[in-house]
């Protein structure tokens, strides 16, 4: 048996400013990103710290109450999946842009009032 699993599972703030747009085909769409970050200590012992942007992106009813209930450094879970869109720039290089594409929020801020999933 063949198994397969795109699944990204993250909780942190909201890093950006969140921006929705209405895609030519009537599509809602939400793009922001979430900021997560690691602590360890390196073989010194000194502390170190890396932190992490992530592109989130949401479409439809999603999109609407993320825009709704949220703002930057609001806390939210996401989970879903990545993907990686690909295109040409006007000077001809090709450009690569891997998001996170979700269908599932949990709202951890207070005043985030919403349920989480159609």
Same mark, same amino acid.
């Given at each position: 048996?063949?198994?397969? =699993?795109?699944?990204?599972? =993250?909780? %942190?703030?909201?890093?950006? #400013?969140?921006?929705?747009?209405?895609?030519?085909?009537?599509? *809602?769409?939400?793009?922001?990103?979430?900021?997560?970050?690691?602590? %360890? @200590? &390196?073989?010194?012992?000194? +502390?170190? #710290? #890396?932190?992490?942007?992530?592109?989130?992106?949401?479409? %439809?009813?999603?999109?609407?109450?993320?825009? @709704?209930?949220?703002? !930057?450094? @609001? !806390?939210?879970?996401? @989970? /879903?999946? =990545? +993907?990686?869109?690909? /295109?040409?720039?006007? &000077? /001809?290089?090709?450009?690569? *842009?891997?998001?996170?594409?979700?269908? &599932?929020?949990?709202? =951890?801020?207070?005043?985030?009032?919403?349920?989480? !999933? &159609?």
């Amino acid at each position: 048996m063949s198994w397969c =699993l795109n699944q990204v599972e =993250l909780i %942190w703030n909201i890093s950006s #400013e969140i921006i929705t747009v209405v895609l030519p085909n009537g599509t *809602k769409t939400t793009n922001f990103s979430l900021a997560t970050n690691r602590d %360890w @200590k &390196d073989a010194n012992g000194n +502390k170190q #710290e #890396e932190v992490e942007f992530h592109n989130i992106v949401a479409f %439809w009813n999603l999109a609407e109450r993320i825009e @709704k209930f949220c703002s !930057k450094g @609001k !806390k939210l879970f996401v @989970k /879903w999946r =990545l +993907k990686t869109r690909n /295109w040409v720039s006007q &000077d /001809w290089v090709k450009k690569y *842009k891997t998001e996170i594409v979700i269908e &599932d929020v949990i709202f =951890l801020s207070p005043n985030n009032n919403a349920s989480s !999933k &159609d």
